[in-house]
């Protein structure tokens, strides 16, 4: 008996418990279904009072903040989003960035489907995408919208993954420039640049350097301090004739890799322009290094070059290079003669007229422009037979020198004229070209 009375007074008191939720229940329900009739209203003010009878239903069945979540839903599925924002923003903290973020995404769909007023109403969306927090993932959705129209979009695509900070999707507009191939691929070279990082600018100096545009690649290289790259930038100017930039270059890294203290990334620089008989550039570099033994005596071997012969053997001297000091007193008759025919030379070069250049499209070569070509012509010609007379003489005055390493360096010094290579043998520099037989390109001195 006591066992059955305990139940009933147990059932009793649920009743009492369930019974005002099922009637709150009931209340949000009503709520709910007046809200929908609500918004089928075509008098705002009837809408308007319905609303706020929902809000009394909702109210009365116990809600507070949350229904602030439902009135936002259904004005916000009703394209209302100015009034959806505000009652999210009433919502709490979790349920305002989810409801502010729907009506950044409503915004967005509204954006791309009308061009007219497309830029004010991306402006709202990524006002609301701030707003709940999100911009990141907003800005990401537009740039992806852009980049799936097509390459006419690509900048508008590349503005908002760079809101987003989304580098993964910039380099993606990137490699799609550099598919297309051709002078789209610059535009690559654009994207990385503005990404910045030490890879993406390493990549733009590739693409750079593959298309034979060996400033702009130095330049990416140069900014990043990428020096794999800087040393083939290096490496081709002194190869184009661009001489002075290629030791400012070496240089350059000589400084970096000292700070590191990588001396053997040095010497492999030193040793590589003495190999390539680069003696000046070769002495800056050892400098760098503190080697001033092999700092001054690669500055012996470039004052040698310049025909500076006086300067030269006195640091020979110095610096217990008696052998080679010795070997320029021995062969001072034809180093003198030597001397005199660069001068001539030289004023050859000096006198030549100005022509303006562009850069040889297969070697990176500066040649000169089609409409001066005619200019150089005229004046090689005058001087034609000159300058093969000139380099007579130099093969006459080499050829005799007893040592072998200042014969070298005679050879390489008078190679530095074009017209060396092609009337003298590069080898032996025995002449292989007469005035007969020489064409005026073939005289060419820069």
């Not at 990043?224 to 004739?241: M, P, Q, S, W």
């Not at 007379?389 to 005679?410: D, H, R």
Request: net charge positive; charged share 30%; with cysteine.
């Amino acid at each position: 008996m006591k066992s059955y009375i305990h139940l009933l007074l147990l059932a009793t008191a649920m009743l009492c418990i369930t019974a005002p939720t099922y009637a709150q229940n009931k209340d949000i329900d009503k709520g709910k279904a007046n809200l929908k009739k609500a918004f089928e209203q075509k008098d705002a003010a009837n809408k308007n009072e319905m609303i706020q009878k929902s809000v009394e239903l909702f109210t009365k069945g116990g809600l507070k903040k949350e229904m602030n979540l439902i009135i936002g839903d259904e004005f916000l599925e009703h394209n209302d989003l100015v009034q959806a924002a505000n009652y999210y923003n009433r919502c709490d903290k979790g349920e305002k960035a989810d409801g502010l973020f729907r009506v950044a995404e409503a915004y967005k769909e509204q954006a791309f489907g009308d061009e007219k007023n497309e830029a004010k109403l991306l402006k709202s969306a990524v006002s609301f995408y701030t707003k709940s927090g999100k911009l990141k993932d907003g800005a990401k959705i537009i740039g992806d919208k852009y980049f799936d129209r097509g390459e006419k979009f690509y900048p508008k695509a590349l503005d908002y993954y760079f809101i987003a900070t989304d580098t993964a999707s910039a380099e993606k507009v990137a490699n799609t420039y550099v598919a297309k191939g051709g002078e789209t691929a610059f535009q690559a070279v654009d994207v990385l640049k503005r990404i910045g990082s030490k890879s993406a600018l390493e990549k733009a100096g590739d693409i750079c350097y593959e298309r034979k545009q060996f400033d702009k690649a130095y330049e990416c290289y140069a900014t990043a301090d990428v020096t794999r790259g800087l040393e083939k930038i290096a490496d081709k100017y002194n190869e184009i004739g661009k001489t002075d930039e290629a030791a400012n270059i070496y240089v350059k890294m000589a400084e970096s890799y000292m700070k590191t203290a990588n001396t053997e990334a040095v010497e492999k620089l030193g040793t590589d322009n003495v190999k390539a008989m680069n003696y000046s550039l070769a002495s800056r570099i050892y400098d760098k290094a503190g080697n001033i033994n092999l700092s001054q005596k690669y500055w012996s071997y470039y004052k040698l070059m310049q025909f500076d012969f006086d300067s030269a053997k006195t640091i020979m001297n110095a610096n217990g290079d008696v052998v080679l000091a010795k070997a320029i007193d021995a062969n001072m008759k034809y180093l003198d003669n030597l001397k005199s025919s660069n001068l001539t030379l030289f004023d050859f070069v000096q006198s030549q007229p100005y022509v303006s250049t562009e850069a040889d499209p297969e070697t990176g070569k500066p040649r000169p422009v089609v409409k001066d070509e005619n200019i150089l012509i005229d004046y090689y010609k005058g001087i034609k037979d000159a300058i093969v007379e000139t380099f007579q003489s130099v093969s006459k005055n080499v050829i005799p020198i007893n040592n072998p390493e200042l014969k070298k360096m005679m050879i390489k010094r008078f190679q530095q004229y074009p017209a060396g290579t092609k009337i003298l043998d590069p080898n032996t520099f025995a002449v292989r070209l007469q005035k007969a037989t020489a064409q005026v390109k073939d005289v060419y001195l820069k």
